[in-house]
């Protein structure tokens, strides 16, 4: 699986940014996809993520704010943020999870996107 992010970039506090991920690959294995941030000198956090059956789930940070989609036809996520906030500035990465079920085992595999900027200036 490959992920390519985009929509990034500079805007100033209360503007919106959308952010899409673009999966290729064995896309029919993918189970959650979702965002992650991280910020300077912090650990990489849960923005959104999406299940399969569209099942959402949104960091206490960004909910009312963000809203995740996915198009499963079209192998991409959405992340529409609205509301935005310095403390909203990071890069966030895209992620896909697979989960490979056979008789013996249950194992998740994780890919990543590059990562894309976000900077919301005060």
């Known amino acids: 699986v490959q992920l390519v992010e985009s929509g990034g970039g500079l805007v100033q506090a209360g503007g919106s940014l959308t952010l899409s991920c673009e999966a290729s690959g064995r896309t029919s294995d993918i189970n959650v996809m979702g965002w992650y941030r991280q910020a300077p000198g912090k650990q990489r956090e849960l923005v959104a993520s999406i299940s399969n059956s569209r099942s959402t789930n949104y960091a206490d940070s960004v909910k009312g704010r963000f809203t995740l989609s996915r198009d499963n036809a079209k192998n991409t996520v959405n992340l529409q943020m609205n509301s935005l906030k310095p403390e909203d500035s990071a890069v966030y990465y895209c992620?896909?999870?697979?989960?490979?079920?056979?008789?013996?085992?249950?194992?998740?595999?994780?890919?990543w996107g590059q990562g894309t900027q976000v900077t919301v200036s005060s």
């Open positions: 992620k896909a999870e697979v989960l490979v079920v056979t008789i013996e085992s249950r194992k998740q595999f994780d890919y």
